[in-house]
């Protein structure tokens, strides 16, 4: 399929259900109260998970970063601020989009093992900015937990982390900015729990009152003072839009699917449809782009700043 046609139908249909999930319309609306009998089973199913677990206590502290929403609402820079000066630091997370099962060590104080494809994008960022720190993918945390003990761990954090109810563990959920007009659970709504679960955890953060998002724009490692005419967001992560509010207004999107892997043949079509413009892609991005040797990439770094005062275990 020609890639106009292809990141059409991918942004499109991308658009469409954020849109049902979060923001919909009428119609969506409708096909939203047909589904709310599955919604009704799924909530039921996940109520009984939560309340027939049994946490398990590992000895060390644990902290979730996690969300109710689905998509992305800023976990993994968030568990980088909060793994960053810490001694030992472990990160355990899933590894979305990685061809590799079962458990990888990552890195190990800053030193890394494995390529991107083995590691998933999450997690190479991950390794990439926590140069003190380690990183382990697993799909059973339970297991990464126990690697992390075996190699010294003294606190762990689980990038989304907080639907493992078996876990003794600190919760932090973050809160969405904008909150979705639909309320419902899935598949009816965007929801993973019930919204009235925020009052159950911890600690809260809600992105634009409790911590804020600093942008800062690099190529090839340096700081640039003003960005160039003709860009090109491309990007594979989740609700792309969301950095529009970064970019001058007639940037052009290249999305595909959240995790994306990129092939050399969308990439030679995508420079063949855009030679004279640069591209701007995320740290998620930029772990799989390198492979292709594109001079013409600048970086959206984004951190974030944590105003709201808390300890953690």
Not at 155 to 165: A, P, V
């Amino acid at each position: 399929m020609d890639i106009n046609i292809k990141s059409l139908i991918s942004r499109y249909a991308t658009t469409w259900i954020e849109q049902y999930l979060f923001f919909p319309n009428i119609f969506q609306r409708l096909i939203s109260v047909a589904l709310f009998p599955l919604t009704i089973i799924y909530c039921i199913v996940v109520g009984y998970r939560r309340i027939s677990s049994k946490p398990i206590d590992f000895g060390l502290p644990i902290v979730s970063i996690g969300n109710l929403v689905v998509g992305g609402s800023g976990k993994t820079p968030i568990t980088i601020e909060l793994a960053k000066d810490k001694d030992d630091a472990f990160v355990i997370l899933r590894g979305y989009g990685r061809v590799s099962k079962g458990l990888i060590v990552v890195s190990s104080k800053g030193n890394i093992f494995c390529g991107v494809s083995q590691s998933g994008d999450e997690a190479m960022v991950l390794a990439e900015s926590l140069p003190n720190g380690s990183v382990i993918v697993c799909e059973n945390r339970i297991d990464g937990i126990l690697k992390a003990k075996e190699m010294g761990a003294k606190i762990i954090f689980l990038d989304d982390g907080y639907r493992h109810h078996s876990i003794k563990k600190f919760d932090i959920l973050i809160r969405p900015k904008d909150e979705p007009t639909n309320l419902f659970c899935l598949p009816s709504g965007g929801y993973r729990e019930t919204k009235m679960m925020y009052a159950f955890v911890p600690l809260v953060l809600r992105d634009g009152t409790d911590f804020s998002r600093v942008v800062k724009f690099k190529k090839d490692g340096v700081l640039l003072e003003t960005l160039p005419v003709n860009m090109i967001l491309l990007t594979a992560i989740s609700k792309p839009q969301r950095l529009l509010e970064y970019l001058p207004k007639d940037t052009i999107i290249e999305s595909f699917g959240d995790h994306h892997k990129f092939t050399k043949d969308e990439i030679d079509k995508l420079l063949l449809k855009y030679p004279n413009h640069q591209f701007v892609v995320t740290k998620k991005d930029i772990v799989k782009l390198r492979e292709f040797g594109l001079n013409n990439l600048i970086l959206i770094d984004l951190e974030v700043v944590i105003t709201k005062k808390f300890e953690l275990p």
